[in-house]
């Protein structure tokens, strides 16, 4: 998908330069053709990254709970494993953070080393989901 992107990118920057060859004289070209390519230096940095993190909860249903939870724009991959409550997430840092991410999973009733679910949340769990809260995080 990010070759697909890339290609896109590209073929716009080229749009953009043949539009600016023809409006513009060539001492203006050179000058903004150096702030694109600064530009797009920035839009082609890697923008994916991978955390993993503890999510308390109990079952199958926290499972699907939990993953589809991550299933927003910005995460590209979530995995939850019931054994040992480890969350891992490849996420675009330049549409979620980190933080809402936790914040997420929280909202939803599961606490994280980041966040801690509200009561309320934690409550309106199905009663097998129900997991041992520590007082603090």
Request: aromatic residues 12%; glycine residues 2%.
């Amino acid at each position: 998908m990010t070759t697909v992107n890339n290609f896109f990118k590209v073929k716009n920057l080229k749009t953009i330069l043949f539009f600016l060859k023809f409006f513009l004289n060539v001492k203006n070209l050179k000058t903004i053709l150096f702030f694109l390519i600064i530009l797009s230096a920035f839009n082609f940095q890697a923008q994916s990254k991978k955390t993993s993190f503890i999510v308390n909860g109990m079952c199958g249903m926290c499972k699907e709970r939990i993953e589809s939870t991550l299933d927003v724009k910005g995460v590209t991959f979530a995995s939850w494993s019931e054994e040992t409550h480890i969350c891992n997430v490849t996420f675009n840092s330049n549409k979620i953070s980190e933080k809402e991410i936790h914040q997420l999973l929280a909202a939803k009733g599961h606490d994280t080393p980041i966040c801690r679910a509200s009561d309320e949340a934690y409550n309106n769990l199905h009663h097998c989901c129900h997991y041992v809260r520590k007082d603090s995080l």
